[in-house]
């Protein structure tokens, strides 16, 4: 039997958070583990119930849900977790500046509160399989307004191979497995093996971070 998807709810409004609680809880394979109505008592929450997907207010008093997400995913914090968290940030505004920023930090995307219980359930099991929650074209215009400037490419991305270079890219522009296998023409199993060894070669978390990891350095500016 799968176990249920674990669900931290960060909101500074109670009535709010009761709500989505409702919604959460209603749902098969999904269960509300814990909230918190601030940034504070947030980050504290996922180390103590270890969520596997948070979904976190992005405006509160005191801490704010960027900084949350920044905190919830601080290396010490990560290399201490036995599985992983995936965080969503929920926001009243259509691409969010400071959703930007928690994406950057380490969220999966965003959800606008006003979202449907049908899109929050679909959402929830989306990030915790590793996914983003937006469209790509959506992260990708976030992510532009973000990195003005770009980086300078690490030698880790250097280390990829020619075939996992070009997977990489078709993981940045947002393809799915199957998309990609069709167009490396390999299994999906193996596009899954070179996703793994992307990730642990450039030591990231999953698919939207390789998304914001090809923002960062500009590495699809070319056409």
Do not use: W
Request: hydrophobic share 45%.
């Amino acid at each position: 039997m799968t176990a249920d998807i674990r669900v931290l709810l960060v909101d500074d409004q109670e009535l709010f958070r009761e709500g989505v609680r409702v919604i959460v809880d209603a749902q098969d394979g999904m269960t509300v583990v814990g909230s918190a109505g601030d940034g504070l008592e947030a980050v504290r929450l996922v180390d103590d119930l270890s969520p596997d997907v948070v979904l976190m207010d992005i405006r509160m008093p005191d801490m704010d849900g960027v900084e949350a997400t920044r905190q919830v995913f601080l290396p010490d914090r990560v290399s201490r977790r036995s599985t992983p968290v995936r965080v969503v940030v929920l926001t009243t505004f259509n691409l969010d500046d400071r959703a930007a920023t928690a994406i950057r930090y380490g969220a999966s995307g965003f959800l606008l509160k006003d979202t449907t219980p049908l899109q929050l359930r679909d959402a929830i099991r989306t990030v915790y399989a590793g996914n983003a929650v937006l469209a790509p074209q959506d992260l990708a215009t976030l992510l532009d307004g973000q990195f003005r400037s770009r980086t300078a490419v690490p030698a880790a991305y250097l280390s990829l191979t020619d075939k996992e270079r070009e997977v990489f890219t078709a993981v940045a522009r947002g393809l799915s497995n199957t998309e990609i296998a069709g167009l490396v023409f390999a299994s999906e199993s193996t596009v899954k093996t070179h996703v793994g060894a992307i990730l642990r070669k450039l030591a990231l978390r999953d698919r939207v971070q390789i998304v914001v990891f090809a923002h960062e350095h500009g590495l699809l500016d070319q056409p």
